[in-house]
């Protein structure tokens, strides 16, 4: 079975710009959770989707938005880029329950010029 | 303020032998705990969970021990492989509606020398 797959892998972008990144769920898995690692540091959460609705999201901008699709795909939207936004940017899908482990993607890696 | 430490950047080991990665949280409120492995290029990979109704958990040569008086978690490889060369993040997570949201360590790269 395929696993949680994201595009692109990776995405050059300038400041100011905006930029969508994709993912896709595990087969059967509707929760899907959005990470951004910098370099020397853990993932950091952003969102969590379930069923299509909003269920948590971490510190982050405005800039930063996301929805889910009836087939459970996701995706992340960041605006008005800064350098700051540099990163690897992770997906994770999890069957929805609790005390179930979440399973990434290999990320897109980010570089804002 | 981190509230999940992985207090060694850095661990090396000799092959064959245990390799012991730990990790500190300050929230009691915490109750599942996982470990991941991550390669360069890659995503994290699961390893192992636990929740906080038990103390121990094993699945082949990976063990992970929960103290919870001492918000302490660990994870124990036996025999340690140099395959097992990777970067390994201990991640938390709250009951209720946050069980989405993962909260990780800085990570502890493992090197396993033959």
């Known amino acids: 079975d395929a696993g949680v797959t994201q595009s692109p892998t990776h995405l050059i972008k300038t400041r100011g710009q905006h930029v969508t990144l994709r993912c896709s769920p595990i087969s059967g898995h509707k929760s899907v959770s959005w990470y951004q690692q910098v370099l020397g540091q853990g993932p950091q959460f952003i969102f969590q989707?379930?069923?299509?609705?909003?269920?948590g999201r971490g510190n982050f901008p405005d800039r930063f938005s996301a929805r889910q699709f009836p087939n459970y795909s996701s995706e992340l939207n960041v605006n008005a880029l800064l350098l700051g936004d540099s990163a690897l940017y992770l997906c994770a899908s999890s069957d929805g329950t609790a005390n179930q482990p979440q399973h990434f993607g290999d990320g897109t890696r980010l570089s804002i010029l | 303020d981190q509230q999940v430490k992985q207090n060694s950047p850095s661990l090396s080991v000799q092959e064959g032998r245990i390799s012991i990665l730990n990790c500190d949280y300050t929230?009691?409120?915490?109750?599942?705990f996982l470990w991941y492995k991550k390669y360069p290029a890659e995503g994290p990979t699961f390893l192992i969970s636990?929740?906080?109704?038990?103390d121990k958990n094993e699945d082949g040569r990976f063990t992970v021990f929960l103290n919870k008086s001492a918000k302490h978690l660990s994870l124990h490889i036996v025999p340690s492989q140099p395959g097992d060369s990777a970067v390994y993040f201990c991640a938390v997570s709250a009951g209720g509606t946050s069980y989405g949201k993962l909260t990780f360590g800085q990570g502890t790269i493992l090197t396993v020398h033959p």
């Open positions: 929230n009691s409120m915490f109750d599942y």
């Open positions: 636990i929740s906080s109704i038990k």
């Open positions: 989707y379930y069923e299509k609705e909003e269920r």
